[in-house]
């Protein structure tokens, strides 16, 4: 009898060990994205990315299954805080992503931190965000990254005098700070650098202020998803017959809203990283994957950032033999190197933030849609503000 | 500078046009109804569906806006709108916000959350010089339209026989009924009015701005600042507010950007200090 007890109880004792091994198993994934509110589309984008990855991908990965948790934090920094507590502590999640905005970023960073968990930016763009928590590591790419090689482009094309127009808030400012620092070491001069207010639904004061300075270009950059309203009164203003070149971030001419804006911006050239047109084997296996899961939408930057940061994950695991542990975790991060659909990726090894390709693109019709038309690289480009 | 003053009129009128209905609910039918802005919401996608998927002309859009959204209203107005007028105000806000969160998701479900735009009928586009003044004809054309709608709101409301029921109907409505008005229909028929000119209100400025599921929130502050500031008895107040705050928003962007997004709020603190009851409003008795 006292032998089956302990028989009995080593059994359980065993079932015990076992238990958390057989927990291990299964690594989640917590996203935290704006699936609903003003930054809606970037989610219901960030989304698909991840589905479109998990379809090609499947859900296996080092021997471990993956479980992707998504929470809504409608874009607001408070919720999305407490949101990346409950994923640490309650779902117990191995990786952190998502981040629409700087300033959600920004708080969720203490949680990555003291939960030792990555967290992968996928949006956010404010160079200074890596820097806040030693498990950050940006997938997406950074505001320098992107306006760098549009007043590149602009000094080297005949423009002589800029006029900015950004949307007032971190990413924004960022957008004009360097847009004026590289723009005038290459000699040209920036007349007059506008802020609207984030929500603001009229921009007839500040296009009017722009056209009357008579520039040689106008600069924009809105947040993705809010393109389509600027462009709709830049076109109105008519700066073409002013002789005024519109530039921009890809941001503006964002794939996503791109088709609704008409033939009026044909011809409008921008900067960024990815367009659905990219010429590769892995953009087009990309694009007919993403398309197919998601009811034929079409892929945006932010569509690769999260297709990207699920690929992070994917190959970090992969390195770590499966090990979730998140310091390890990180590391393996470090340094990584792929061929993204937006061309070649890397993970800077120092500093954790993206190294992705840059391209200026000019908007043309393409078998009946709109499409950002690659046509010069300017090459992968190192964040210049990180030491 | 005539261009902005004639931008800041033309955002001004469109302003109006939105707010006038809740003008109507709020100051003759003393109801509270946030859920405005979802009516111009429905008028502004209809107009984008019929326009980009079935490719009928955008004149055609603005009367099926105003008579899409009045409908709506007048739906909403018989089901649910009319058990709450009895209410008190806390019920009325909380209602109607509700109201503007499932049609924000609806909207969202349907039509997707991205801006969604129209290209205007070439007519309407492009910029005519008037007085050595670059204007948009479309913000011409808004002028023009809202102007000759708020003459014949001002008709209506003053020299018509409706008129005068209504205004008869919100001075007291026990009265009015004991004379024979029918107070429930006239109620049913502002409201619905009332918001299919929201409805148009969304339908023109879909030229001008974008939709997105979020624009009933995005411009309930300024529906709610054209009113503070107008005052809800007469429809002269809230237009000459609607004005007001058009030229000072878009005049103020442009002399003075770093602090222009303030001047309207600016103005509403200042007249809610001075005239609480509202700029064109004579002080109650």
């Known amino acids: ?387 | 500078m005539l261009t902005i003053l004639f931008d800041g009129v033309a955002y001004g009128m469109l302003l109006f046009v939105l707010a006038i209905g809740l003008c109507v609910t709020l100051g003759l039918m003393n109801f509270i109804n946030l859920a405005h802005g979802a009516f111009a919401m429905a008028g502004g996608y209809l107009t984008i569906v019929m326009m980009n998927r079935y490719g009928i002309s955008f004149y055609w859009g603005l009367p099926a806006a105003f008579v899409f959204s009045a409908i709506l209203g007048a739906v909403l107005e018989r089901t649910l709108y009319v058990h709450l007028y009895t209410k008190s105000h806390l019920d009325q806000v909380l209602f109607s916000i509700g109201l503007v969160f499932m049609a924000t998701a609806v909207v969202d479900y349907f039509m997707g959350a991205n801006q969604q735009t129209i290209n205007l009928p070439p007519a309407l586009e492009g910029r005519v010089n008037f007085l050595g003044a670059s204007i948009g004809v479309y913000r011409i054309f808004t002028i023009v339209l809202c102007g000759l709608l708020t003459i014949g709101l001002q008709f209506v409301l003053a020299k018509t026989r409706f008129g005068s029921r209504l205004r008869a109907a919100v001075d007291d409505g026990r009265v009015a009924r004991g004379m024979g008005i029918d107070v429930t229909k006239i109620f049913a028929l502002t409201f619905a009015v009332g918001s299919g000119l929201a409805g148009l209100g969304g339908a023109l400025s879909t030229g001008i701005i974008s939709m997105d599921p979020t624009f009933p929130l995005k411009y309930m502050i300024y529906f709610l600042i054209v009113i503070s500031v107008g005052g809800t008895t007469t429809i002269t107040g809230p237009f000459f507010a609607s004005l007001l705050l058009g030229v000072a928003d878009v005049a103020g962007k442009y002399y003075a950007p770093a602090v222009g997004g303030f001047i309207i709020y600016t103005i509403m603190v200042a007249v809610l200090i001075l005239r609480p009851q509202g700029l064109f409003t004579k002080a109650s008795r």
């Open chain 1, 1 to 387: 009898m006292r032998r089956q007890i302990l028989k009995g109880l080593a059994a359980s004792a065993l079932a015990l060990a076992t238990l958390p091994a057989l927990a291990q198993e299964t690594v989640k994934v917590g996203l935290i994205l704006p699936m609903t509110g003003q930054q809606a589309s970037t989610g219901r984008q960030l989304e698909a990315g991840v589905k479109a990855y998990m379809a090609q991908h499947g859900d296996k990965v080092a021997g471990k299954k993956i479980e992707v948790i998504i929470k809504d934090d409608t874009g607001v920094a408070d919720i999305s805080k407490r949101l990346a507590q409950e994923l640490v502590v309650n779902d117990k999640v191995s990786v952190l992503g998502g981040f629409g905005l700087t300033p959600i970023a920004m708080a969720v960073g203490p949680v990555a931190t003291q939960a030792k968990v990555p967290a992968v930016i996928m949006t956010a763009a404010t160079s200074v965000i890596v820097e806040q928590s030693p498990y950050f590591v940006r997938v997406g790419r950074t505001m320098p990254q992107m306006t760098f090689p549009i007043a590149d482009w602009a000094a080297k094309n005949g423009v002589k005098t800029a006029v900015t127009l950004v949307s007032d808030y971190a990413p924004g400012i960022d957008a004009e700070k360097f847009f004026k620092q590289r723009f005038e070491e290459a000699g040209g001069k920036v007349l007059d650098a506008l802020r609207a207010p984030l929500a603001s639904p009229d921009f007839a004061a500040f296009l009017q202020k722009a056209k009357d300075l008579k520039p040689d270009a106008l600069f924009l950059f809105v947040p993705s998803g809010q393109g389509a309203t600027l462009m709709k009164q830049v076109i109105d203003r008519d700066f073409a017959g002013s002789k005024i070149r519109v530039i921009a971030t890809g941001d503006v001419t964002d794939d996503d809203l791109l088709n609704s804006m008409g033939d009026s911006v044909l011809g409008m050239v921008t900067s960024h990283d990815y367009s659905a047109d990219h010429d590769s084997p892995e953009n087009k296996a990309f694009v007919e994957i993403f398309k197919k899961v998601n009811n034929n939408m079409r892929p945006n930057m932010m569509a690769v950032a999260a297709y990207d940061g699920m690929d992070v994950i994917y190959r970090a695991l992969t390195t770590t033999k499966g090990d979730a542990n998140g310091q390890k975790l990180v590391d393996a991060m470090k340094g990584q190197k792929w061929m993204s659909p937006r061309g070649p990726m890397e993970i800077d090894a120092a500093t954790r933030e993206a190294i992705p390709p840059m391209f200026i693109r000019r908007v043309e019709r393409k078998n009946g849609e709109l499409y950002n038309v690659e046509f010069e690289a300017t090459g992968p480009i190192k964040d210049p503000t990180h030491k």
